[in-house]
């Protein structure tokens, strides 16, 4: 039978890759043009096209191929050498590296005062809740709750201050995108991997999604584009939230 060489069979994939990505982009210009015909916002309209940029930047990082895919399949040997029993606690022994929390009070229950004494600890390598020092972590607070002056004034009496605040990163009221979209959870891992955190805090979490917190599909979101990617890198997360306004069913969503 006949071949061809390597170098047409690179060739003929790149010519059928173009016209894999002229085809996505045909499809989502005439998805555009659908949501503007049923009467779309400016607003709407720039989310699909950052979702859609968001969603070819991921395709060229991952590759084309299966291999993103099939690097999740599990490798038995080394998976059944791990000892998960013998995990070593994060301080305060309130959660696991990598596990994901929520944190759910009334407003001004001291939610903040709580996570932020807490993570200070860690991020210092101090004691907390008669949990012994352990060797500081580096972790990332993102905050669209507290006032400088409440967080200046909190840390100070927690024994904070210049030189003492360890390998806290701490950003305030960040211009980060909604984490319920895959423009926000990219900038997030952005932040992460520049502050090399090992745990991230989001205060308060409802401050950060864009769709209707009592809706099943923004907190789908949220998982996908944002907590999804941080427990695949093994980074923990806490997240405070405020109670709905029933009390008796828990925090806010569905």
């Not at 690097?71 to 990598?98: C, I, K, T, Y």
């Not at 210092?124 to 352990?134: K, N």
């Not at 500081?136 to 669209?144: C, F």
Request: net charge negative.
């Amino acid at each position: 039978g006949q071949t061809i060489s390597a170098t047409m069979a690179q060739a003929f994939a790149e010519q059928i890759a173009e016209k894999a990505r002229i085809r996505r982009h045909d499809e989502h210009a005439n998805y555009v043009k659908s949501k503007i015909a049923r009467g779309a916002t400016g607003d709407e309209l720039d989310k699909l096209d950052d979702d859609y940029r968001q969603y070819e930047q991921r395709r060229a990082s991952t590759g084309h191929g299966p291999t993103h895919l099939t690097s999740a399949l599990l490798d038995w040997a080394p998976f059944f050498a791990n000892d998960f029993g013998r995990v070593e606690l994060l301080p305060g022994r309130l959660m696991a590296p990598g596990q994901q929390i929520t944190i759910v009070g009334d407003g001004k229950a001291g939610k903040s005062l709580l996570v932020q004494e807490w993570l200070w600890r860690m991020a210092t390598g101090q004691a907390f809740l008669g949990d012994r020092p352990q060797a500081p972590i580096p972790l990332l607070y993102v905050d669209a709750e507290n006032g400088h002056q409440d967080i200046q004034e909190r840390f100070v009496s927690y024994g904070g201050g210049p030189g003492r605040m360890g390998l806290m990163s701490y950003a305030s009221f960040p211009p980060i995108r909604p984490l319920d979209t895959a423009g926000g959870g990219a900038d997030l891992m952005a932040m992460v991997k520049e502050c090399e955190a090992q745990l991230v805090c989001l205060d308060t979490v409802s401050r950060f999604i864009s769709g209707p917190e009592n809706d099943a599909d923004t907190w789908l979101s949220l998982y996908r584009h944002t907590l999804l990617p941080l427990k695949r890198a093994g980074i923990a997360s806490v997240r405070l939230d405020h109670m709905g306004k029933d009390g008796e069913r828990g925090a806010r969503g569905s």
